[in-house]
């Protein structure tokens, strides 16, 4: 239990400033000798508290804009739970095929497009499509699979909605924290989160995040830019790394 509140705590911080807490929590989790279905619940549960926190902490530093934040995290809550519910309606091998070469196409946005900036730019999507249409993109698959959510939420808002990276990151959490939340609702009324270590780890990832979110407000995109760039290189080859991965199957590696 120490060693998982620990590793929730490293995964807090990781995801209040660039996401892929779950690289860290899920292996754990099996190691500890739960299930997977155990594990993804318990942490999706860890991972909310841990997103939670983070929007705590940058709305007390004036970084989220509730008038245009709240439609995007409703947006996103109820696709979480959606993609939750319609788990089972889409191939995971299709899942796994698709998302490193995104994640990877990311880390390239992130590591070379000038777009990523500190200051806001004009949008390029209004905040009403945005709110119906992207944001419950990503929330249904933060439900539905979830690996590299937090990436996509946030080049979908710097390329956007024009937001500075520190801003943006800001607002990340928050809709990362409302599609956990809808999708976590399911594996709550599923029984599999196995509440002792879920909780124990809740404690952990919310410090974490509070210490994390405190870097990226000191650190700005010199912090943020290459942990994203690194974090979505690193879910794209975890993914890869299974051998029943049909880009793997496919080429005969």
Known sequence: MVALFAVAALAGALDAIAGGGGLVTLPALLLA???????????????????????????????????????????????????????????????????PVMLITIALYFGFSRALKSEDVAPRLALIPFACFVAPLVGFYDGIFGPGAGAF???????????????????????????????????????VVVWPIGLTMAVGA?????????????????????????????????????PTNPIRQAIGF
Request: charged share 10%; proline share 3%; hydrophobic share 55%.
């Open 33 to 99: 000798g739960l299930s997977p279905v155990q594990a993804l619940g318990t942490s999706k549960l860890q991972s909310t508290f841990g997103s939670l926190s983070a929007t705590a902490a940058f709305a007390r530093r004036g970084m989220i804009d509730w008038k245009t934040a709240w439609p995007v995290a409703l947006g996103a809550g109820i696709a979480g739970l959606c993609g939750a519910l319609c788990a089972s309606l889409l191939s995971p091998e299709l899942l796994r095929a698709i998302v």
């Open 153 to 191: 939420y946030m080049v979908a808002i710097v390329t956007l909605l024009g937001y500075g990276v520190l801003k943006a990151t800001a607002h990340t959490k928050l809709a990362n924290a409302a599609s956990n939340l809808g999708s976590l609702a399911l594996f709550i009324l599923k029984g």
């Open 206 to 242: 919310f410090l974490g995040a509070q210490i994390g979110s405190r870097l990226a407000v000191r650190f700005g995109p010199k912090l943020i830019r290459p942990l994203l760039v690194t974090i979505s290189c690193a879910m794209a080859i975890k993914l890869l790394a299974d």
